[in-house]
């Protein structure tokens, strides 16, 4: 049987000690939080800005593919699904002529992902899919569009602006039918908004 000396055991015990130490100091450090800033007095109904986001120092855009939320059981087909996401597409891509499009991260990259969130007849708890960031901002009974920048490298959260002022009719039942005008209507309003808070913080 082994016997240890009082003198040891202590030494152990520093040594334990100190390895945890070391190691909540180390979980701590991967542990990130950001604070945010509620923008009022836009034109969207409502928007967060990081304090620390740095918007001068982004002169192009990496756009991410269109993110939309349906509740399960929705009666809006797949080729729906990809019409929207081009009428979105072309909106934005009109409104951002001047800007550079790229395809890669970069130090003076924005990343920008917009999504649609149907939450009419539905709650949040009914697409577990979003993400919290998301759901954060999904409001049940309507349909929400958000935008959210974040810098491609580091993929910080820079800002996030939601609107619901404008609410497309999508086929909500079978047999029923997407109105296309009241979509692409939609579109052009969202693209020009984002388009305004481009030209008012971003480097050109």
């Known amino acids: 049987m082994l016997t240890l000396s009082s003198r040891t055991c202590k030494s152990m015990a520093r040594v334990a000690a100190l390895a945890l130490i070391l190691a909540a100091a180390a979980a701590c450090s991967t542990v990130e939080s950001q604070s945010f800033n509620v923008a009022k007095g836009g034109n969207v109904e409502s928007a967060q800005i990081a304090t620390d986001a740095d918007f001068g120092r982004y002169d192009r855009l990496q756009a991410e593919e269109m993110g939309i939320f349906f509740p399960a059981g929705s009666a809006t087909r797949q ?20 800007y550079m499009i790229v395809q890669e ?12 969130i149907d939450l009419r007849g539905a709650s949040a708890g009914a697409m577990p899919q979003m993400r919290r960031e998301i759901q954060d901002v999904a409001r049940s009974g309507s349909l929400v569009f958000l935008m959210e920048m974040q810098d491609s490298e580091s993929g910080r959260t820079l800002a996030r602006a939601a609107d619901s002022t404008s609410a ?37």
């Open 79 to 98: 080729d729906d699904l990809l019409r929207i996401r081009q009428i979105f597409r072309s909106a934005f891509i009109r409104e951002l002529e001047g």
């Open 168 to 204: 497309p009719t999508f086929a909500s039942a079978a047999g029923t039918s997407t109105d296309w005008s009241s979509v692409t209507e939609a579109a052009n309003r969202w693209a020009v908004l984002f388009r305004q808070f481009l030209d008012q913080n971003l480097a050109r």
């Open 105 to 116: 991260a970069g130090p003076s990259t924005m990343r920008v992902q917009a999504s649609l």
